[in-house]
């Protein structure tokens, strides 16, 4: 394969920066540009120190380490070697010009995952964990995406593979060699093999749901009238002023996001726009907007101002909540000289409500003990499960779970039994799709095209 090269590293000012080249000429090119101090010959798995220079002037570009692996030891499986050089923007590109103008040419966003899994060191699920673990926001989040990379989903599928073949066996001895005395198959083995096999990928399906909550967090937005201390509330989880805050209504107009980290998931908040009957009409649409978002998060925090009557918006609010992952927020109990009251329409929704003040502070821990219970977020380990986090994954499960119950009916119908086989046949070509071994080309750029330049 052509020899490729990229940065690695991320743009911007640092203490190294790495500049990667993978192919056969790899180490041709680089013979061209760098001068070891020391000589020998190229070993894999080791370091030489030396400069880069510029071959038409022998300008020296930087003093760089040079780290060599040998094909097939490598990431990609080819001679590929990093170049560490000093951290600067303007190193890491004459670098990467110098090993262009060599011939190599620039690598693809992925492309040396890609070749990893072309050259068959790592499986398609192993490949797309990669992006995972360099994406991952939180630690749980990291470790199921390196249980990924380190094979364990593959490992698992492969198991399920295999249960699959021994049915598939058993089903294809007695179609292919009628004329031997092979003994007939035993329905109702099948039937337990087909239930294990059932009960090994339901439980891979239902995984994605706490997969999801890992890979895309939780979506949770803070809805509530204008000054009820939205804003306020958002940059106390935060902790630091990230919303505007003022004390003149309607000025979150738009919406704002970010991620909190709660017990190692990800939670994506978002502040919306004060709900009230809005006259301007960007407020208004700020609104519609915040009325969405709450519809489609999967929670809510509804915020009220304990100091003050419920109106309009807040019982808007409240039919808003009705049938959502609700809690209720009363703030600014700091305001609150005696015992403050709940108002009725609170305690009828029988909804959780929490007294915080968004201002001292007082409470804030709470909605993280709530939210985390809500989802059992400390149920969630990683470490000890496998979860699917990938969509593409979920839907080929899916696919072959459908299969299996599609042998399971054809089987009850009495209908031949190279009809059962076929259907097992079906699902173990979708558990292929995880782990690569029959995906088009189009699915294989869609995903590494999703990969950062250097990986
Ligand atoms: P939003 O419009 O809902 O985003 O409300 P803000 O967060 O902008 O707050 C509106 C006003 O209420 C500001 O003056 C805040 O300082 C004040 N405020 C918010 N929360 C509290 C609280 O818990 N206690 C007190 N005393 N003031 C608060």
Known sequence: METIASISTAPGIG?????????????????????????????GYSIKYGN???????????????????????????????????????????????????????????????RAFLNGRIDLSQAESVIDVINAKTEKE???????????????????????????????????????????????????????????????????????????????????????????????????????????????????????????????????????????????????????????????????DITKKLEEEDFEILRLIENKNAIIILNKIDLCINEEKIPVEILETKKKYLKISAITGDGIEEIYNEISSMFCLDKIKPENNIIITNTRHKQSIKDALKNILNAEETLRLNFPEDIVAINLKDSIECLNSITGENVTDEIINNIFSKFCLGK
């Open 15 to 43: 203490g190294i920066g790495i500049v990667r080249m993978s192919g056969e000429k790899c180490f041709e090119i680089l013979n061209n540009i760098f001068i070891p101090r020391s000589d020998g010959k190229i070993k």
């Open 52 to 114: 880069i220079i510029n071959p038409d002037n022998n300008k020296i570009i930087d003093e760089v380490l040079v780290s060599y692996f040998v094909s097939p030891k490598s990431y990609t499986k080819e001679d590929m070697c990093e170049i560490n050089a000093h951290g600067s923007n303007i190193i890491l590109n004459e670098i990467l010009e110098l090993l262009l103008n060599n011939g190599a040419r620039l690598a693809e966003p992925g492309e040396f995952t890609k």
């Open 142 to 304: 990291k470790q199921a995406a390196i249980n990924q990379l380190e094979g364990f989903l593959s490992e698992n599928i492969k198991k399920i593979k295999n249960m699959i073949l021994n049915i598939l066996v058993n089903i294809e001895v007695s179609i292919d060699y009628p004329e031997y005395d092979t003994p007939d198959v035993d329905r109702n083995k099948i039937y337990t093999e087909l239930d294990n096999i059932k009960e090994e990928l339901i439980k891979l399906e239902n995984s994605f749901s706490t997969g999801k909550i890992l890979k895309d967090g939780l979506s949770i937005a803070i809805i509530g009238r204008p000054n009820a201390g939205k804003s306020s509330l958002l940059n106390k989880i935060l902790k630091e002023e990230r919303a505007i805050v003022t004390n003149v209504e309607g000025t979150t107009r738009d919406t704002i996001e970010e991620f909190i980290n709660i017990n190692g998931i990800p939670a994506k908040i978002i502040d919306t726009a004060g709900i009230r009957n809005a006259k301007d009409e960007i407020e208004k649409i700020g609104i519609e907007k915040a009325k969405k978002i709450a519809e489609k998060s999967d929670l809510i925090i509804a915020i009220f």
